[in-house]
C-alpha cells in the first residue's frame, strides 16, 4: 500500500470525544437517557420506513435494537440509582469512531 494511500485511510478514521466528565446523578441520567433515545428514535424511524414501503416488511433487526436499547437504558438507570443512593458521582466517557468501510 502507497504513503498517499495509507494517509488516506487514516484520515477515513475519525473519532468524536460525545462526553467526557464527572456528573451528578441526575445530570448523568439524563446524559444517558438523551444518548440511548437518540439510538431509539433512528431505529423507530428505520422501521417506519420499512413498513411504509411494504407492510411485510422484515423489521425484526430494528425490534431487537429497540428493545436491547431500552434494557440498556433501564441498567443504566439502575446502575446510576446506585451511585445517587450512595453518594457517589458518575464519570461518563463515549467516544463516537467513525471509519470507512467497502
Known sequence: MSNTK???????????????????????????????DQKINFHKIQKLRLWEGSEEADTTYENNRIKELNDAKQ????????ARKEGYNVVINSTLNISFVK
Not at 8 to 18: F, R
Not at 75 to 82: E, S, W
Request: a neutral charge; zero cysteines; hydrophobic letters at 45%.
Open 6 to 36: 495509507i494517509k488516506e485511510v487514516e484520515k477515513a478514521q475519525q473519532k468524536v470525544q460525545l462526553v467526557e466528565g464527572l456528573f451528578k446523578p441526575s445530570e448523568a441520567t439524563h446524559v444517558v437517557n438523551a444518548l440511548i
Open 75 to 82: 441498567t443504566a438507570k439502575d446502575y446510576i440509582a446506585i
